[in-house]
């Protein structure tokens, strides 16, 4: 099993940063690779960024490419989402996620992951 303990939401006006974290503990040799995830009320939960943990490959969303970078600490197993220039649409429950299968390359389908951290929440005033 693996346990993933997200953090660092909070509320930022329109233009400010964020970054969040989640933590891995457990099993984390079987984890290929971590994702960021949102949902929003009424909403599906959608895919925003995917890092490998070998290689450090990454992957975004449209929408978030070139405002957020995912990151590892491979010694830290943590795993970092800097989220700079916010806009009021990123408002959303932030949630981490790993998947364990090495035969798909950064996946997008929140249904490729394995294990979900609790959610944090982030608001971006405007």
């Known amino acids: 099993q693996v346990q993933l303990v997200g953090s660092g939401g909070g509320l930022v006006q329109a233009g400010g940063s964020l970054r969040l974290s989640c933590a891995a503990s457990?099993?984390?040799?079987?984890?290929?690779?971590m994702g960021w995830f949102r949902q929003v009320p009424g909403k599906e939960r959608e895919f925003v960024a995917a890092?490998?943990?070998?290689?450090?490959?990454?992957a975004y969303a449209d929408s978030v490419k070139g405002r957020f970078t995912i990151s590892r600490d491979n010694a830290k197993n943590t795993v970092y989402l800097q989220m700079n220039s916010l806009k009021p649409e990123d408002t959303a429950v932030y949630y981490c996620?790993?998947?364990?299968?090495?035969?798909?390359?950064?996946?997008?389908?929140?249904?490729?992951?394995?294990?979900w951290g609790q959610g944090t929440q982030v608001t971006v005033s405007s």
């Open positions: 457990g099993r984390t040799f079987s984890i290929y690779t």
């Open positions: 996620a790993a998947c364990r299968d090495s035969r798909v390359v950064l996946p997008r389908a929140r249904t490729r992951y394995d294990y």
């Open positions: 890092i490998t943990l070998s290689g450090g490959i990454t």
